[in-house]
């Protein structure tokens, strides 16, 4: 145990200080800024920040997701909306076509995002659907100045070689929880399998981006086991997501998430991978709550416009959030312009913020499809 008496300035200061030297705090002192109340909130955060600003400045790199393919997935993550024992009523549709995510990717850059993210729900890619996806990432590469970012469940060698080739600069594959609570979560693959697909990915040269969800039952010690196992796998992207509740899935419950844990979790990825891109992910509205600016302190990353299923936050509120803020939105456009072309598309689209206070909301067909 840290001794309490010596938690004033130099303690969150050797925190920096270690952390930006290239040492890992230990598990014990990760479990106690997860949870110890004598830890206080404000200098953890500034900690974090003279990290996260020694690695990314100011920076905000804003990522959109296109839901690709979804629902009708044979897993059964209990997490998700997509698994096949999940009974909530999502827009399910097969991929989408070729034409449809090129003109989702030239709307996502013209949206000022930095990296275009594919995701398709299933287990894993055939290798015909895996030469599918490398084409259309080497279609996206060579028309838009995006990094593309692609999650299609697990890898092999062969399929991550393929993907590389094509000019793929990262993999998405969420660990999500530890290994030790991961059956607890997921019956149709391990832990594992997940893990190997990491290894698959980095052996091949693509970046890796992999994250956690927190609140799903898994003690505090979970969370740091993921941290360790991210910094060894030295994952460049990490999403930290915060279970959402959706009635109809197996894990309906989020557990112990207060918008202070959940800025506790980021600033304790933080000082464990100090250079690696943190991306406040799901749950960013709903479980932050009033404190959701502050997420930017320790994370350097976000999504805009929801998530695979979920809606977020409407777009012209989180580039404000971050420009009233003072942080800098990585993208060829201004602030200004992102968020009047923002309040544009809203004002279009009917885009409503999500009621942080009520039940989470599912996007339409609409909002997952916009280029239909
Ligand atoms: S494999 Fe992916 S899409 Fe399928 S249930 Fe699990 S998280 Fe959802």
Redesign the pocket.
Known sequence: MIDLLVMDSPFYDSLAATSLGGIAPTSELCEQILTDPTIELLPLLNAAFTVRKAHWGKTVQVHILNNAANGK?P???SY?T??KTSEVDIEEYPMKSAAEILAEAKRAYENGAFRYCMVF???GPSKRRADQLAALVRQIKQTYPLEVCVSA?LLDDDKAKVLAEAGLDRLNHNLNTSEEHYAEI?TTHTYRDRLETLKAAKRNGLETCSGLIAGMGEPASDLVEIATTLRELDAESIPVNFLLPFEGNDLVEPQGLTPEYCLRVLCMFRFMNPAAEIRCSAGREFHLRSLEVMSLYAANSLFLQGYLNAKGSASNRTYQMISDAGFEIVSEFSAESLVAKAEEESARAAEQPVDIGGANAIKSLEELRPTQ
């Open positions: 997935c897993e059964d993550c998700c997509q698994a729900s299933g287990r469940g997921c």
